[in-house]
């Protein structure tokens, strides 16, 4: 028994300690960076993990920093225990005005494990968000004005809560997208508030929307897309009012092939065992899967497999 709580207190000290060399490191990479910002053109140059899970740090860092936004106010929908998150370099950083959102059990006690609650305000909703809930729940807590930084991951019906989003909501956007759907379709999997992905089919793969389908809407909505991290999935976006404050390239959104394939293998078989597909070879793996065809206002639902003939 004694070692147990030994081992427990050691573990605890040593993720502290970890945590804190971390920020420490990332801060300091982050502000060299800084130096060459105004002669980066491509996202993928300032892509840099510190909490994040994969690059977003970086670049969600540049994109503030371009902006001149020192505190921002942000809101991050689908956070795990924000052990790796979009937002958490961000508010351990800058303590921020932040509202994070998910759906997990004990969300508050498993976040404050990783996190210094008093350096910021930091809300934290337990609530699984949809696009019948997403407008009352931030009106509900007072982050629908002024918003600088919106992060959606929900493995699901993303691009149906940003379209219930106004337009011009926030400053940026980041969002996750399916770069297995490749970059000429544009499609979401239905909106089904109980959407599973695990459950949905046994891939795992069939999630989300194409890249294209975000970018379209989210240009309706006055956003531009600047880019993607180098996983290739998540994209980022600004608000067509702040575009001249960034040096980037802007890529053509009809030449989405470079941002659609990854070459990350989790694809799973019908026993849920990572079978490790090709990434070329996942399409046709999930060509029976139902879809939204949202190249049409008939938002008719459809097999990939037909739009793909």
């Known amino acids: 028994m004694i070692n147990k709580i030994f081992i427990k207190i050691l573990n605890k000290l040593f993720k502290n300690y970890f945590n804190k ?27 840099f993990k510190v909490f994040s899970q994969n690059g977003e740090d970086g670049i969600i860092d ?7 936004i020192e505190k921002p106010k942000f809101i991050e929908i689908g956070v795990g225990d924000y052990y790796e998150s979009n937002t958490r370099f ?6 921020g005005d932040g509202l994070i959102i998910d759906i997990i059990d004990n969300l508050q006690k498993r976040v404050e494990k990783n996190i210094r609650l008093w350096k910021g305000n930091l809300k934290i909703l337990n609530r699984k968000i949809d696009s019948e809930n997403i407008l009352a729940t931030l009106k509900e807590f ?11 991951d929900v493995d699901g019906i993303d691009y149906w809560i940003l379209e219930k989003m106004p337009k011009k909501f926030c400053k940026l956007i980041v969002a ?18 109980n959407f599973d992905r695990s459950k949905y089919h046994h891939s795992n793969l069939c999630y989300g929307a194409s890249l294209k389908s975000i970018i379209n809407l989210l240009y309706k909505k006055g956003f531009v897309f600047l880019g993607t991290n180098l996983f290739k999935n998540n994209a980022f976006f600004v608000n067509s009012d702040f575009k001249d404050n960034l ?23 019908i026993n ?3 079978n490790f597909i090709d990434p070329k070879d996942i399409l046709n793996e999930i060509k029976k899967c139902k879809v939204v065809d ?6 008719k639902v459809k097999k990939i497999e037909d739009l793909l003939n």
């Open 272 to 274: 849920n065992k990572l």
């Open 62 to 68: 540049y994109l503030l920093f371009s902006l001149q």
């Open 90 to 95: 961000l508010f351990e950083r800058s303590s």
């Open 176 to 193: 996750e997208y399916n770069p297995y759907f490749g970059s000429n379709l544009e499609i979401s999997v239905p909106n089904d508030k």
């Open 142 to 152: 007072n982050f629908f004005d002024n918003i600088d930084l919106f992060s959606i």
């Open 294 to 299: 949202l190249s049409s206002s008939e938002n």
């Open 21 to 47: 060399k971390l920020l420490l490191l990332g801060t300091s990479h982050i502000l060299n960076m800084r130096k060459n910002y105004k002669n980066i053109s491509n996202l993928n140059e300032v892509d």
């Open 247 to 269: 040096f980037l390239e802007i890529p053509n959104n009809n030449e989405l092939n470079s941002f659609t394939n990854a070459s990350f293998r989790e694809s799973r078989d």
